[in-house]
């Protein structure tokens, strides 16, 4: 069974990773918006991430997923964020990265998500899901509650210069792979765009120009 993480922006649109959590994505959210839910928590709190999940995602597709060392059912991992905080924060991205680091190379996915967002309204609610992720062991428990950190850190790391900004990003690629997968520079097009921004659901196909150009 593949591990699968979702971003989801409402209704409106969705994006798949398999065995990887798209690194772009990071950009979306902060650290306090991170989100881990169990059955307890999910009574207590009137189920906030089960309507998510019924909002989103069939159960098959979904969990719940068991927790051995506490008995408790894990209902949800990931983060949750709104549609204008989400739009300040990948905007302020691209304008860091975008004309300053070489890492736009393979950044430059990020304008999918900003495009995406813009085409959404205010109230909308950003969902990351991160619970098949989050599940493999404690290892990725740690990277996926450290995710949105790895990526500010990483952004502020760049400093244009190609062999440090380049290694940089194919670091924090690598850490978000459940698989073990080629130096970004040695993969085609069509390999690098699911570990860069995923795959788009059904209800649109964005265009992969970005990333063919940028790969």
């Known amino acids: 069974m593949k591990n699968r993480t979702h971003l989801f922006f409402e209704d409106f649109y969705e994006f798949e990773g398999i065995d990887c959590l798209p690194v772009t994505w990071l950009s979306l959210f902060d650290n306090d918006e991170y989100v881990v839910e169990t059955s307890d928590e999910s009574e207590e709190r009137g189920g906030i991430v089960q309507r998510i999940m019924s909002m989103f995602q069939s159960p098959q597709d979904f969990g719940p997923l068991q927790n051995f060392d506490t008995q408790q059912i894990t209902l949800a991992a990931g983060y949750r964020t709104s549609q204008p905080d989400a739009l300040e924060r990948v905007e302020l991205y691209i ?32 969902v990351l899901d991160l619970t098949h992720f989050w599940a493999i062991d404690e290892e990725y428990k740690r990277r996926s509650r450290d995710a949105v950190d790895e990526f500010a850190i990483m952004v502020n790391s760049l400093n244009g210069n190609a062999v440090h900004d380049l290694a940089l990003t194919e670091n924090l690629v690598q850490q978000f792979v459940c698989e073990d997968c080629m130096a970004l520079n040695d993969l085609s097009p069509e390999e690098c765009t699911p570990i860069l921004v995923g795959e788009e659901g059904q209800k649109e196909q964005y265009s992969r120009e970005l990333v063919s150009d940028c790969c």
Do not use: G, M, V
């Open 95 to 126: 304008k860091k990265i975008r004309d300053h680091s070489p890492a736009w190379t393979f950044l430059q996915p990020l304008e999918i998500l900003r495009d995406r967002l813009l085409a959404c309204p205010e109230e909308a609610t950003i």
